[in-house]
């Protein structure tokens, strides 16, 4: 899989503060995120709404082989869902037990094999084609 570069002014986390620093509610995102990250069923749906809605940053992150993707997508889910930034979801995330952590990776890892599918579909034979 070639990764995929776009500018990061126009990555869906970037814009809706995945990456803030100054936030008012930390433990109201903290919670939720802890609530979120354990609810198997909504964060698969949300993994997938991410990866189909926020499609410059998961084309980045997802992509890059060299990242934790585990991370990032539980980290762009609770940004997608509550506008956490990471580094609260990180704290989230240390609050959870090592089975709750254990399904999150497993669900992620799922949704990981669902954007490569979805990549390798669409960018099949290109380049390898003349257009005339």
């Known amino acids: 899989m070639k990764q995929i570069y776009h500018n990061y002014l126009i990555w869906e986390d970037y814009i809706n503060g995945m990456y803030k620093t100054v936030f008012d509610n930390e433990m109201e995102l ?3 995120s802890i609530v979120l990250l354990s609810d198997k069923d909504k964060f698969n749906i949300k993994c997938k709404e991410v990866i189909d ?3 410059k940053c998961a084309d980045v992150n997802l ?3 060299s990242i934790n993707r ?3 997508l539980g980290q762009a889910v609770c940004c997608y869902c509550f506008g956490t930034p990471e580094v609260l979801t990180r704290k989230a995330w240390g609050k959870l037990n090592n089975e709750t952590k254990k399904q ?3 669900i992620a ?3 990981i ?3 490569e599918r979805k990549y ?3 960018h099949r034979d290109v380049g390898e084609k003349m257009l005339f």
Do not use: C, G, P
């Open 30 to 32: 903290i919670n939720k």
């Open 53 to 55: 809605n926020w499609v």
């Open 63 to 65: 992509t890059n082989k």
């Open 70 to 72: 585990q991370s990032w």
């Open 104 to 106: 999150a990776n497993l």
């Open 109 to 111: 890892d799922e949704n």
């Open 113 to 115: 094999k669902y954007y």
């Open 120 to 122: 390798f579909k669409l």
